[in-house]
Every structure is written in structure tokens, then in C-alpha cells.
């Protein structure tokens, strides 16, 4: 099993990786909707308990579905090992507190998911964990910023809603120069499009939420990286505090991956397709796109990705009544914050996303109060223009 990732190319490892067939000889994989497992004798269990035999024990860190999931991701990001835990928030959740103690810092992109920034902001910082942040694609930034107690470099990229992206080479140089961890949340890119622990970066975090679940219907999360990092303490944290991801929420994924290379690809098509789109049309000001040449980093996204991903962002004239005009008038298009589903999102962040900034803060983020994302679905191109440009002709 360990040995799979050497063996096979990604699209067999998306099909295939973290199997195992029960006596039963299922085709598809089945799902263990089981708390507890049943040892043969009392020197079974107490073998079991103590680490001397490997097996089953108790379902927060034991359970043959989840387990497939982690090692079917791990395959597919390259990376040793995995663990799955129930949502996004708590993947990050568990590398920090199994990664960090008080006294510690972290620098982090200022261009993160806006629940990430709560959890550093008002949690780590009450345990006495500093963080400073920097912009994502400012290199100079991110150098000054490390301090002795460094332990983490933070960051997504591509960024949401912006679409900024990082070079995760050169800032994995960085982090490694300072003895520093770099962690990249990989939930706008899924390892269809972006590999980053083959780009030097330690940690690997996922909202299996997104792009991995494909569908819009579960929440889960997973982290991925070295075995003596995230097999040891990310593991134990796991084990000790149970933000464990759901035998059938793991069933969901493990089926999503079958299709996430397809699907990203199908992502990216529509998302160049509307960029472009949208970039020629008179009532819009600017479109953030990596998939652009006009993008700032074009270049380094279409070295460092295998797609330009599915999420774009777009200014229009006229501020914020503009932008809920044209998000008012869509028919076909989910107002909603989420992405990664095969139904296309729209989103106005300046007041739900990035609502509870300041002023301030959502102007050093970029994000006005003109700016609309779409997280760009799998339904038909055209029908996905004529949705938006119902708004754009009341501009
Ligand atoms: C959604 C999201 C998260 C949080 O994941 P949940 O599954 O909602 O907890 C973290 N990072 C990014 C980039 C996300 O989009």
C-alpha cells in the first residue's frame, strides 16, 4: 500500500490508492459505520492498546473508511501520510496545536480564508502564539517577518478572492533557511492542479469540503505531509482531542477523487472561458484570473500549477449597489460563500467573507466594495454568461 505512489500515475492512484477489499469482494469500497472493534482476547486488546500489533481499536482514530480516504490524498499530494479530520477549520486547528507551543510565532499570508485569520487572531494569540502577517506574493515581506521563534510560514495560493499566487518554492527555501515549517492550505488547487509538498512545502492542509467532496454536501478536512510530522503529532493531537472526520463524510471523498482530475479540468475550462468573457466586456473594470496574461503572476502560475483553477474574481463600476445588482439579478447562480461545487457560487466578500473587517483592513486585503467572486461550476458556459449578463446590462 505504502509503495503504491511509486508505482502508479495519478489518475490510477485517484481510482485505486487506499483500497482495501474485505472478504466480502466488493467492487466499490464500503463504508465502516462502526465506534468500537472487537478484539479476539483480553492479550489482543492489551497488544492492540499498547502499539505492539497494528489494528482497529476505537473509531476517533481508527476506522477502515477514513483510513482509505487518508491514504488515497496522501497518494495524490505525494505525501507520506495523512490524516483526516472533520472539516477544514479543524485541519489547520490540529497542525497548530500539535505543531506549536506558547512563545511560538508564525507568519502568515494576510490574503487567507477569513475563519483562518479569526482562529491565529483571537485563539493561538490567547495561548500565547504571535502571528505576523505579510503579502502573500511580497517575498521581501515574509524574510523580515521571521523572527528566532518562527516555527510556521502560512499561506494559500492561489489567494481567495483576488486569485494572488505565492511561490511555494522560493518561500519553502525561506522557511527551511530559519528551521520554519511551511504549511499551504491546497483547497483552491486540490494536488489536480497543485503539488505543493513536490515544491519543497512541509505541510499540506485541505478542506475536503470543496473540491474534493466536488458536490456541495459534506464538511471535512485533512492534513498531509511527512510521517514523523503529521503520522506523529498531528496524529496524536488527533487521537487525544477527536476532530475526526465521519466514516460515511470520508466515503463521499474517497468517491470524489475518482473524478477530481476530471472535474478540475472541466473547472478551469469554464473559468478561462468567463475570464476572458468578462475581461472584454464594457461594464467591468477588472478581472482577477491566474488563467489571464494580463495577471501579475501569470508566469509563475503556469509554472507552478497544472490549471489556472476554478475561482475568479471581477470588478465592476459603481460600488457596492452595482455588484449586488448583478449578483441580485442572476437566476441560474447560487448566491452562496462556498466553492468547489459543480454548481456555480457568486459571492459579494467585501460584506459576507470579508464583512467583518474594517474598512481598513479590507482595503490593505484589495477586496472592494465593487468586487464579485464566482466560483465557476460545471454547467454550460453560455448559459453562465447570459446569467451574469442580465446584471451587467442594468450597469
Ligand atoms: C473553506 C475553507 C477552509 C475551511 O474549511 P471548512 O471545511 O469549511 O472548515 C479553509 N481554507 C480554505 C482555503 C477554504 O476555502
Known sequence: MSHESDQFRFDTLAVRAGQQRTGE???SEPIFPTSSYVFGSAAE???????????NIYSRFTNPTVRSFEQRLAALEGGERCVATSSGMAAILSTFMALLQSGDHIVSSRAIFGTTSVLLNNYLAKFGVETTFVDLTDLDQWAKAIKPNTRLLFLETPSNPLTEVADIQALAGLAHQHDALLVVDNCLCTPALQRPLELGADIVIHSATKYLDGQGRCIGGAVV???????????????????????????????GMETLRLRMGAHCRNAQLLAEWLQQHSKVKQVHYP??????????????????????????????????????????ISITANL??????????????HGRLTQEQRDAAAVSDSL???????????????????GLDLL
Open 25 to 27: 469482494s466488493e467492487q
Open 225 to 255: 505531509g511527512r510521517e514523523d510530522v503529521v503520522g506523529t503529532d498531528v496524529y496524536a493531537f488527533l487521537r487525544t482531542a477527536g476532530p475526526t472526520m465521519s466514516p460515511f463524510n470520508a466515503w463521499v471523498f474517497l468517491k
Open 372 to 390: 464579485i467572486r464566482v466560483a465557476v461550476g460545471l454547467e454550460d458556459i453560455e448559459d453562465l454568461k447570459s446569467d451574469l449578463q442580465r
Open 45 to 55: 486488546a492489551a497488544a492492540r492498546f499498547a502499539g505492539e500489533v497494528p489494528g
Open 340 to 353: 468547489g461545487d459543480t454548481k456555480t457560487t457568486v459571492t459579494h466578500p467585501a460584506t459576507t467573507t
Open 291 to 332: 488563467g489571464l496574461a494580463s495577471h501579475p503572476q501569470h508566469a509563475l502560475a503556469a509554472k507552478q500549477q497544472q490549471g489556472f483553477g476554478g475561482v475568479l474574481s471581477f470588478e465592476v463600476a459603481g460600488g457596492k449597489q452595482a455588484a449586488w445588482k448583478v449578483i441580485d439579478s442572476t437566476l441560474l
